[in-house]
Nanobody, 121 residues
Framework: QVQLVESGGGLVQPGGSLRLSCAAS????????MGWYRQAPGKQRELVAD???????SYADSVKGRFTISLDNAKNTVYLQMNSMKPEDTAVYYC???????????????WGQGTQVTVSS
């Protein structure tokens, strides 16, 4: 089994910054990619940013230039640095991992439990 534990959400004023972390643990052989998604009330879940194990990144147009994703392969931890935040960034943010599990060597996809981010004055 694999667990993804997120941290770092909270309330921030417009223009402020937050840093999200997501640590993957358990029967992990290797991680192919990790990413962050978000879901605002009444909206579909959307990709915010993702990163491969060899540091290829992609971002939603709405966060380019403001958010930065990074991956610590040694710690199996992905980070999302969010700067110049806007009220429209308010959402539940979910961590996602695409990985190979020990023993079975199966490729699987996992989600974290989500962390609330609220941008408001």
């Amino acid at each position: 089994q694999v667990q993804l534990v997120e941290s770092g959400g909270g309330l921030v004023q417009p223009g402020g910054s937050l840093r999200l972390s997501c640590a993957a643990s358990g029967r992990i052989f290797s991680i192919s990619a990790m990413g962050w998604y978000r879901q605002a009330p009444g909206k579909q879940r959307e990709l915010v940013a993702d990163i491969t194990s060899d540091d290829n990144t992609s971002y939603a147009d709405s966060v380019k230039g403001r958010f930065t994703i990074s991956l610590d392969n040694a710690k199996n931890t992905v980070y999302l640095q969010m700067n110049s935040m806007k009220p429209e960034d308010t959402a539940v943010y979910y961590c996602n991992a695409d990985l190979i599990e020990y023993t079975s060597m199966d490729r699987r996809n996992y989600w974290g439990q989500g962390t609330q981010v609220t941008v408001s004055s």
